[in-house]
């Protein structure tokens, strides 16, 4: 499982077959997402090829829903990967390499190519997530080489002190973190933890105390995203034949398997404001899946494969820039 954001969306995988199964239910499914349109602004990291600079890397796309569902992927011009919107919905933080070194940086989406470094020590960073009061980043990494310190971080925001959260044993051997989340008041942050036997398990981190609690045990448990109610975290598991979208009751510890999808071919996921809805990337395409009616919908295909979203659901006026390569937009119901 190691090294999953570099390897996994390399893979062919096979298309799903029979998408839709009869007009009415696409019919069906249209209107229900009409009558119940998401709101918003996601921001995406897409791995295409630079023809610039000859080879494959990451650079970040935004998509705003519209009355017309004429969603479109207009790029940003900025290189990057894990990308997180600020509670307010006017920065957009996210890590880039270069040279061998991660920063964490801080864009306006009016002014995109104006980038502001947030670390004043470089790297390795991964999977950052802005805490919902806007006052800390997340996030795992180490600094220097030695990646036998890789831990969970916290970056306070207005005067830029990184602070090590957690305090994993390594005893000699590299450990991965895949994924993390905070909750909604700020105060716990849910991550996955590579362990001995190539398990993933969810740990949940106070943040104040520093104390750690299992949530997950004996499986391949990864990308954890906290639902914006806190009563939920999505998750995904991988069983060697298929990986399985879940969620977990925070307060009862409740499983739910949502839906298997291909595997090595789900990344990320990002929750709807209301709770009932989630938006998900598989290869190079997003869907929208409502948690009531269990119907996903695509929403675009991208020239690229989708890794990282972060999805704002206020109202936001995408800048007008027109895009490099043009998305293509279909709808469409999943074989579940």
Same mark, same amino acid.
């Given at each position: 499982m190691k090294n999953r954001t570099d390897t996994r969306h390399f893979r062919n995988t096979s298309l799903l077959k029979s998408l839709g199964i009869g007009v009415s239910l696409v019919l069906?499914? +249209?209107?229900h997402i009409a009558a119940a349109a998401p709101t918003g602004t996601l921001v995406y990291s897409v791995y295409k090829l630079d023809e610039r600079l000859g080879r494959y890397d990451w650079n970040l796309y935004t998509?705003?829903?519209?009355d017309n569902k004429d969603f479109r992927g207009?790029?940003?011009h900025q290189k990057g990967m894990y990308p997180s919107w600020s509670p307010d919905g006017e920065t957009l933080y996210f890590i880039q390499r270069e040279a061998g070194q991660s920063h964490i940086y801080s864009i306006q989406l009016d002014t995109p190519k104006k980038k502001t470094q947030i670390t004043q020590v470089g790297g390795t960073y991964r999977f950052l997530s802005v805490s919902p009061d806007g006052k800390k980043l997340a996030f795992n990494g180490y600094q220097g080489h030695v990646q036998q310190e890789n831990q969970v971080w916290t970056l306070d925001i207005a005067t830029g002190e990184m602070e090590v959260m957690t305090g994993v044993q390594h005893f000699g051997r590299t450990f991965f973190f895949w994924g993390l989340s905070w909750s909604p008041d700020s105060k716990k942050i849910v991550f996955s933890l590579e362990r001995p036997g190539g398990l993933?398990? +969810?740990y949940i981190l106070d943040v104040e105390t520093k104390d750690v609690e299992i949530l997950t045990e004996l499986n391949k448990d990864y990308y954890p995203v906290w639902s914006?109610?806190?009563?939920?975290?999505?998750?995904?598991?991988?069983?060697?034949e298929f990986e399985t979208f879940y969620t977990i009751d925070v307060e009862t510890r409740t499983l739910k398997a949502l839906f298997d999808i291909d595997n090595?071919?789900?990344?990320?996921?990002a929750w709807a404001a209301d709770s009932q809805s989630i938006i998900y990337s598989w290869w190079h395409t997003l869907y +929208?899946?409502?948690l009531d009616t269990e119907v996903s919908a695509k929403l675009l295909e991208a020239d690229g494969s989708i890794f990282i979203i972060s999805w704002w659901s206020g109202v936001k006026e995408v800048f007008p820039v027109e895009p490099q390569?043009? +998305?293509t937009t279909t709808w469409g119901n999943l074989k579940r």
């Open positions: 069906f499914c +249209l209107a998509t705003a829903f519209g207009i790029p940003l993933e398990q +969810l914006p109610d806190g009563k939920q975290i999505l998750f995904m598991r991988w069983d060697r090595a071919t789900g990344y990320w996921a +929208l899946f409502d390569q043009k +998305l």
